[in-house]
C-alpha cells in the first residue's frame, strides 16, 4: 500500500518578530538586557520568528488551538472535510496540559469526531514519530487517511518571571540560550492512500529514525536542576520549591551538541550504506538545523565522509520563520512545495536531528502525479 501526502498547512501566531523585538514580548529579567542575547542570535542566524504571547507575557493562543488551525488550513488546501478523517496523530514537546494526552486536546478543538488517535512526546523528532504511526496505519491497510500535526508553543517558558524566580538569581547559560533559539508554530500533512485527483502529491518512500538515547546523557530537557542527575521537579516538596532550584526552565547542556552533528550524519551514511540512499539522486534537501552554526558543521562533515550533496540543493526556512521544534519539518515542508514548482519524479531527503537524547529521524519523497 502506497503513501501520500496529499496537503500540506501550518500556522503561525501573531506578527513576525524581528531580533530587536524579542525581549519586549518576552520581557527583561530583572529589568535588564540580556548579554548573551547578541551572541546566540549571531549564531543561529534567526531574523524572524512568531509568539503565541503578547507583550504582557499573557497567552494569545493555546498549543492545541495552534495544532487545529495548522489542521484546518491543510483540510482546507485538500479534497477531503474534516468529517472523512480517520486517525489524527499529533506531536508536541509540551501540550497545554500535563494530561490528558495533546492528542485528545486537538482532535476536540478541531470537532472531528470518532477517529483513532495518537499523541508522539518527544523534542524536535517527534513529529516524525506521529508521522511514521500515521504512515504505517495507512500501510497496512488500517485507515485510507490520517491527519498528522505538529506544534509548539516554547514561549510560555521564557517568559523573565520564570527565570526571576530562580533562588540566587542562577540562572547559568544553558537556561538561557534556548530563550534565543526557539519559538512558536504549528504545521501539518494529509496522508492519504492514493494520490490528489488533481495536482501533484509526495510519495513517502520511507521513513527511518535512529535513537542514540543509551550513548548520550540528556542534552535538552525541563524538569531538572542544573547538576541534578536524579531529582526532578516532580520529587521536590513543592512545585514553588522546583521553580526555586530552576527545575522548571528549559534547558540545553551545550557541551554536547556538537555531536547531534556527528549523530545525524552518522545515520545519513547508515542509509547510503543500506542502499536506501544515493546522494546523486536527491534533488532536493529539507533538513531542520536548530542554528546557522549547525549547517556549516553538517556540510563539512558531510564533505569529509564524501557524501556531500550541493547546497543549491538544500532549502530552509529558519531564518525567517525561526525553529518551532518538533513542527518545523511540517512547516518547511508546507513552505518548500508551495513556493517550488517540483516535477514529477524528483525526489526530496528530510532529516531532523534532536538532541533532547539523540535522536535523528529521515524521510525520503518522491514527487508524484
Keep these: 500500500m502506497d503513501v501520500y501526502i496529499n496537503s500540506t498547512g501550518h500556522f503561525l501566531p501573531g506578527k513576525a518578530i524581528n531580533n530587536d523585538e524579542i525581549e519586549e514580548v518576552l520581557g527583561l529579567i530583572h529589568g535588564k538586557k540580556s548579554r548573551l542575547k547578541k551572541k546566540i542570535l549571531q549564531s543561529n542566524g534567526i531574523l524572524h520568528r512568531h509568539y503565541a504571547i503578547n507583550t504582557a507575557q499573557e497567552t494569545v493562543i493555546s498549543n492545541s488551538e495552534m495544532a487545529a488551525n495548522a ?9 477531503l472535510s474534516s468529517n472523512k478523517i480517520k486517525m489524527l ?7 497545554d496540559n500535563v494530561l490528558p494526552g495533546f492528542g485528545s486536546m486537538v482532535q476536540a478543538a478541531l470537532n472531528i469526531s470518532e477517529i483513532e488517535l495518537s499523541t508522539s512526546h518527544g523534542i524536535c523528532s517527534s513529529s516524525m514519530m506521529a508521522l ?18 505538529a506544534s509548539e508553543l516554547t514561549s510560555r517558558l521564557f517568559k523573565h518571571t520564570r527565570y ?4 540566587n538569581n542562577d540562572v547559568d547559560f544553558n537556561a538561557e540560550f534556548l530563550r534565543w533559539m526557539l519559538s512558536d508554530g504549528a504545521g501539518a500533512l494529509l ?3 492514493q494520490s490528489r485527483p488533481t495536482g501533484k502529491s509526495l510519495k513517502i518512500d520511507w521513513i527511518k529514525s535512529f535513537s542514540h538515547a543509551n550513548a548520550f546523557p540528556v542534552c535538552m530537557s525541563v ?5 541534578e542527575d536524579h531529582k526532578t521537579w516532580q520529587d521536590y516538596a513543592t512545585y514553588s520549591e522546583a521553580e526555586r532550584a530552576g527545575a522548571l526552565l528549559l534547558r540545553q547542556d551545550v557541551r554536547l551538541l556538537d555531536n547531534i552533528v556527528a549523530v545525524g550524519v552518522q545515520g545519513f551514511l547508515k542509509l547510503i550504506s543500506q542502499k ?6 536527491i534533488d532536493h534537501v529539507l533538513c531542520h538545523f536548530s542554528s546557522k552554526y549547525f549547517k556549516s558543521k553538517i556540510f563539512d562533515m558531510l564533505e569529509t565522509a564524501g557524501a556531500s550533496i550541493p547546497e543549491e540543493k538544500w532549502y530552509t526556512n529558519l531564518y525567517q520563520r525561526g525553529n518551532t521544534g518538533c513542527a518545523s519539518i511540517f512547516i518547511m515542508l508546507d513552505e518548500f512545495i508551495n513556493t517550488h514548482d517540483l516535477k514529477v519524479g524528483e525526489t526530496i531527503f528530510c532529516m531532523v536531528p534532536e538532541s533532547g537524547r539523540f535522536n535523528c529521524a529521515y524521510m525520503h519523497l518522491t514527487v508524484a502525479e
Excluded at 71 to 79: E, F, K, L, P, Q
Excluded at 89 to 95: D, E, H, L, R
Excluded at 223 to 227: E, I, L, N, R, T
Aim: charged share 30%; hydrophobic share 25%; aromatic share 4%.
Design 223 to 227: 524538569g531538572q536542576a542544573k547538576d
Design 191 to 193: 496522508l492519504e492512500n
Design 89 to 95: 496523530s499529533c506531536a508536541t514537546s509540551q501540550g
Design 132 to 149: 511514521k504511526t500515521a504512515f504505517n496505519a495507512i500501510k497496512c491497510d488500517d485507515h485510507d487517511n490520517a491527519l498528522v500535526v
Design 276 to 281: 536506501h540512499v544515493d546522494t546523486d539522486k
Design 164 to 167: 526571576e524566580q530562580v533562588e
Design 71 to 79: 489542521g484546518r488550513n491543510c483540510i482546507d488546501n485538500s479534497y
